[in-house]
């Protein structure tokens, strides 16, 4: 039997079993996960604030900082096609289109990208800051353990009330449709346009974006108590979110047809929210065994 026969059957396993079926078989898989972290010592010899993961890795310094950083752009990169990135790929044409020319058509493109990172970056400063206070309060094992025992179950929480939501379960309200963006200036004013243009979708949908891997994210920038760090973070992840809508953008105005772009973008989002959804639910299923069942239990134990 081959491997793409073996691909096949699971996709279509993965398919029959519906959204319910998906959700559960996902929670299984988070929870496993979660004990085989556990048997493999994850939360040993820690009582940092991130309490589970080894004392420095959710340190600036080391090596899980690199890793926090490819992880903000990947997480960021994938909002294109959610709604809290996919209007960015319809306002660039809007504001490449207003001149001609590479260097105009550069320089405004710079300038959606810097006004989109820059207030999600000012976030991750003052987590960082934030951060810094909370470890100064958080002066014993217990303490930590107990603030990363509520921090990290309250996000399994969110991600799993998310999954549930787009897989049609559960209903949630809907945040991003109450963003409201300032009123747009005119098309002769290209590189103000873009600027309120980028800033509405940094420090409105970006800033207010509901997925769990973002705010997943933001519970990483406060657990390292760095702003530098936190701000690095966080306009990696600014940035991630508007350079795929910068390119498209681009190829609309080279005559690429929106109509095209916005199936394709549809359909694709279409293929993949199963998949989506089974990691969120996952990640949910894994941090709420891992600290709100085994953290919790060692916490108790004190």
Not at 18 to 33: C, E, N, S, T
Not at 95 to 118: H, K, N, P, Q
Not at 243 to 253: D, K, N, Q, R
Not at 291 to 299: D, E, K, Q, S, T
Request: one cysteine or more; a positive charge.
């Amino acid at each position: 039997m081959g491997i793409s026969t073996l691909r096949q059957q699971a996709t279509s396993l993965w398919t029959r079993g519906g959204p319910r079926g998906q959700f559960l078989f996902a929670l299984a898989v988070g929870a496993v996960l979660a004990i085989i972290s556990w048997q493999a010592g994850v939360l040993d010899g820690s009582t940092d604030i991130f309490a589970g993961v080894s004392g420095s890795t959710a340190s600036a310094s080391s090596p899980g900082a690199a890793v926090a950083i490819a992880a903000a752009f990947v997480i960021g990169a994938t909002m294109i096609v959610l709604p809290c990135g996919l209007p960015a790929v319809f306002a660039m044409p809007s504001i490449l289109g207003s001149r001609e020319g590479l260097r105009d058509r550069t320089m405004l493109s710079l300038v959606f990208v810097a006004a989109s990172a820059l207030p999600l970056a000012a976030v991750g400063v003052g987590l960082g800051f934030a951060g810094e206070g909370v470890l100064s309060l958080l002066d014993t094992p217990a303490t930590r353990m107990g603030f990363a025992v509520v921090l990290y179950s309250l996000l399994g929480i969110l991600a799993l009330g998310y999954a549930l939501s787009q897989a049609g379960l559960l209903h949630l309200p809907s945040l991003t449709d109450k963003v409201r963006g300032p009123r747009m200036p005119d098309q002769d004013k290209p590189y103000r346009r873009s600027l309120v243009l980028g800033s509405t979708m940094g420090a409105g949908m970006g800033i207010g974006c509901p997925m769990p891997t973002y705010y997943i994210l933001l519970g990483w920038v406060a657990a390292a108590a760095n702003p530098i760090y936190g701000g690095i973070v966080l306009g990696v992840y600014g940035l991630a979110r508007v350079l795929p809508a910068v390119g498209i953008g681009a190829l609309i105005v080279a005559g690429v047809e929106r109509k095209k772009v916005s199936h394709g973008l549809t359909t694709f989002r279409e293929k993949t929210s199963g998949i989506t959804n089974g990691f969120v639910t996952a990640t949910g299923s894994y941090l709420i065994v891992l600290f709100g069942g085994v953290l919790l239990a060692r916490l108790v134990a004190l």
